[in-house]
């Protein structure tokens, strides 16, 4: 054998022992399926087929934090069961915060094929089995459709839960990072809403006026009766005026008799006295 032979058969045992160790080696702890699945405001809808068990809480809430490892030891029996295991961070998803109203952490809600019941059980790993195993969820009452999260009212609430996060957030970047003050943020959030207010006022005065015009004022014989109505009322404000130009009138000649009637009265009295005199110098005569 050749140096370039003798090499290439010394090389060959090291090569399969490296193989081998790569074959043998177990795979990393992170390659296995993670049980616990996330429910984030872009993929909620999931979660309204088949059975679910979803915990809402905050990295920050103490009961949140002592729950965590029993919530991931359920999740583990989650697969043999046919049931999944679900978590929701609030701070991070305040859509679905206000979509399912809450209002104390931890809160869990039970759900199966779309119909939702909250939880009130013992906060054990057997207990959540059993919850599931034994359907015990069957014996706790619903909540009603109108508060279901996908009503009409609670996307309104997921919105509002939206726009107050992201008010939060943009109050936040403007007072820690910009610099402004606080009550400057608050006048800048003010004069916002002040506009905005505005703007939504003049849309709808636009579509009310515009999109949707009243039969009323859109007929044509609107502007028409309008006319005779006004020229029908310059006319009894005409009559109305001259009959009181001729009361006027009539008490001003009323007057002017009065005033002449006491010497015409004068007058006759005058005449009356004359006559008898006459009379009275014609008998002594």
Known sequence: LGCGDLSMSTQRPGICLLFLSLCLTPLPASAKRDSLKDVTDGNWEQIMTGEWMIEFYAPWCPACQQLQSVWKEFAD?????????AKVDVTEQPGLSGR????SLPTIYHCKDGVFRKYQGARTKEDFLSFVDEQKWKA????SSWLGPSSFLMNSMSALFKLSMFI????NYMTERLGIPVWGSYVIFGLVTLFSGLALGLLLVFIAD???PS????????????????????????EDALEADGEEDDDEEEEDLDDNF???A???RVVGNRAEDEDEEEEDS
């Open 210 to 212: 515009f999109v949707f």
């Open 262 to 264: 006491p010497d015409d």
């Open 215 to 238: 039969r009323r004022f859109s007929s044509p014989d609107y502007h028409q009766k309008k006319q005779m109505t006004q020229q029908a009322r310059l006319l009894q404000q005409q």
């Open 100 to 103: 399912f109203i809450i209002t």
């Open 77 to 85: 029996w989650g697969e043999d069961m046919e049931v999944n295991i």
């Open 168 to 171: 939060r957030r943009c109050h």
């Open 140 to 143: 706790v009452e619903p909540v």
């Open 266 to 268: 004068l007058r006759r």
